[in-house]
């Protein structure tokens, strides 16, 4: 048998996109193929990131295609189109951008086994990159190409169920300012009840035997070890604290859950209360998960038909007002407070939020004070409507930060200003205010978000459920880790584990069990905050097991404050690695093709000579010592999470 295949004969239900689906002989959006300008007959519409796997039988003879950009986004758009052949590279583009011409692709196949077509996003985010692969073919001698099918995988639980006797987690160092209210809590696992206690607490605070709640007034800046523990009927455990009195907080990323990846514009005070009680009442608190987070659409939305969004935008005085759905903030917070949690909330530096309510643009002193007296701990700011030219248009000048006078580049300027503004109206308040900044990582947010004083920062565009998104965003980290510290967090957007859905309607995720791995995985090493995005209220033991494994919490909690980098990249397999304050690494070995593939972690690169000691974090055992390298066989989109010393 032998022939030509037209890439668009396939079954391309099976090609992962960032977006959309993948189209035979149409663009993602469904227009003729058109690239340059140049209108192709045939070929696939697909969007960055993308990936297609095909099985040969190593008698292929050439692949051939012409790749770029559709013009349907004009100039807009930039992606890389990679050949990749039983692991190896064969062809790269080079990134291409809207309105280039296509490049050609001739690619000899002889002996291939298994070729993959890959699209990546070229470092800036998948907006507009819709890439067409346009007249592909497979010039084959033997059998016909076979789509490499998504293959099932069962939802296998690695996490071991917690002992019944104490055992302290969370976090093991805590930051506040003075004078404001402290709140932090104590957590442990085990047969309850448990009582908690902690010797050394510096003079203003005290801890709640049966919650294990740390509250008060810090009076002075200092540093205080503080040992901390937890008893049942079985024994009883201790550890030290770390507390860090002084002007920095959220000294490890924050643990909580945002509303917008399940409710998105849906949400309601319902919704909040119910995530609440079941952070508090599962076992996601004695884990340390504690802020419950209400994204976009708390606020009024003036123009709306929804008359539970309508109404006065602020009071007479000019102070913001919720919408019907939330009808008394301060009842809620108090609720979410009272569950020994933290709450959380959102906004922007424009006029209108991302969904169309109302913002703080000239009104951030009142916001900040009304979040602040309303109890909240947490603000997410989203850049949405903002503009640079309507600061001219303040009633007067915005609040500065001193070091803005020392920035010269005005480009970088612009995107500051709005964020240093509300950052001067958050110090003015009497409470510690995680200051999330979002805005997508425009003008490398990485470089200068420390600067305004934001405590994270989004170093990309939106997350949604695909791998095609989760892992173009989560490997695009690379190189971010020298901006990442105590304080001070790069954030690569939310979790998509469990039901999520942006509204009414919800469906479990559509990443595998092992991407699932890979996420939380790569999040924990990225050192970034892990803000769950599912609905709460339909947690499956799967998605428990992903999110209450002690040992792989804290690499992402360490004290260290270290984000991990990329050590090694050989084709699809990735190592990135961590280190941690006892002197060990955390180590993921990552592949991010379509087959089983042996990675290996080379450990002089880890400046680890002789035999190394090495656990596997997810099952919470100790391996085989090692010895020059540590080699895994990972499964496709999967992971291996190890600590090494």
């Not at 995680?434 to 004083?453: K, R």
């Not at 989004?458 to 949604?464: A, C, K």
Request: hydrophobic fraction near 35%; aromatic fraction near 8%; charged fraction near 25%.
């Amino acid at each position: 048998m032998a022939g030509e295949l037209p890439l668009s004969k396939l079954d391309l239900r099976s090609m992962e996109t960032g977006w959309s689906h993948a189209k035979a002989g149409k663009s993602i959006d469904g227009n003729a193929l058109t690239i340059g300008g140049k209108v192709y007959a045939d070929g696939v519409g697909s969007h960055a990131e993308s990936s297609f796997a095909l099985q040969l039988d190593g008698k292929a003879r050439e692949f051939t295609a012409a790749v770029g950009i559709d013009s349907e986004v004009g100039n807009k758009g930039s992606a890389e189109f990679v050949v990749m052949a039983d692991g190896r590279e064969l062809f790269r583009s080079g990134v291409m951008k809207g309105g280039q011409a296509a490049k050609e692709v001739k690619v000899p196949l002889g002996g291939v086994k298994l070729l993959e077509l890959v699209v990546t996003e070229a470092g800036d985010g998948i907006d507009f990159d819709h890439a067409d692969w346009a007249d592909a073919r497979i010039d084959f001698a033997g059998s016909a190409p076979v789509v490499m099918p998504i293959p099932k995988e069962e939802a296998v639980v690695l996490t071991p169920k917690p002992g019944p006797k104490p055992r302290l987690t969370g976090p093991r160092v805590f930051g506040a300012r003075p004078g404001n209210p402290f709140q932090h809590r104590v957590t442990a696992t085990g047969t309850k009840p448990m009582t908690f206690s902690a010797s050394g607490l510096p003079a203003g605070l005290k801890i709640d035997p049966k919650t294990g709640l740390i509250t008060g007034k810090l009076a002075d800046k200092g540093e205080w070890r503080v040992e901390v523990a937890a008893k049942n009927s079985l024994g009883s455990v201790t550890r030290p604290l770390r507390i860090v009195g002084g002007d920095t907080i959220s000294l490890t990323p924050p643990l909580g859950w945002n509303s917008w990846n399940c409710f998105a514009g849906a949400v309601t005070d319902g919704n909040i209360r119910d995530a609440a009680r079941v952070m508090a009442e599962s076992s996601l608190v004695d884990h340390g998960w504690c802020y419950v987070n209400i994204d976009d659409f708390w606020q009024v939305k003036p123009g709306s038909n929804d008359p539970t969004l309508q109404g006065p935008e602020r009071d007479a005085e000019g102070n913001i007002l919720t919408n019907k759905r939330f009808p008394d903030m301060k009842a809620l917070t108090d609720y979410i407070h009272g569950l020994g949690l933290k709450a959380g909330l959102y906004s922007s530096p424009g006029p209108l939020t991302c969904g169309g309510c109302s913002g703080s643009f000239g009104h951030e002193e009142q916001d900040a004070a009304s979040y602040a007296k309303w109890g909240f701990d947490y603000l997410k700011h989203d850049w949405c409507s903002y503009r640079p030219e309507s600061e001219k248009d303040r009633a007067k000048p915005a609040p500065r930060l001193s070091v803005l006078d020392s920035i010269t580049n005005d480009e970088k300027l612009k995107l500051m200003i709005p964020y240093a503004t509300m950052r001067a109206a958050l110090d003015r308040q009497p409470r510690d205010i995680h200051y999330s900044l979002c805005q997508y990582g425009m003008g490398n947010v990485s470089e200068w978000g420390d600067m305004v004083g934001g405590n994270s920062w989004r170093t990309t565009g939106d997350i949604n459920d695909s791998w095609s998104s989760m892992a173009g965003i989560g490997f695009k980290q690379a190189g971010l880790e020298k901006y990442a510290k105590p304080g001070r967090w790069n954030d690569p957007d939310m979790l998509v584990v469990g039901h999520v859905g942006w509204g009414p309607a919800l469906h479990p995720t559509k990443l595998t069990p092992n991407e699932q791995y890979t996420h939380i995985s790569l999040w924990s090493l990225l050192a970034s905050p892990l803000l769950i995005g599912c609905d709460l209220t339909k947690l499956d033991d799967f998605t428990v097991g992903l999110l209450t494994n002690d040992e792989v919490l804290e690499v992402n909690q360490d004290e260290l404050g270290k984000q991990a980098g990329r050590i090694s990249k050989d084709g699809n397999g990735e190592v990135w690695a961590k280190q941690m304050v006892d002197g060990s690494w955390a180590v993921g070995l990552f592949n991010r093709g379509t087959a089983p593939l042996q990675v290996s972690c080379d450990l002089s690169l880890l400046n680890i000579r002789g035999a190394a000691q090495v656990r596997d974090l997810w099952r919470q055992k100790n391996e085989a010592p090692a010895s020059g390298k540590i080699t895994r066989t990972i499964p496709r989109h999967g992971v291996a999470l190890l600590r090494v010393k």
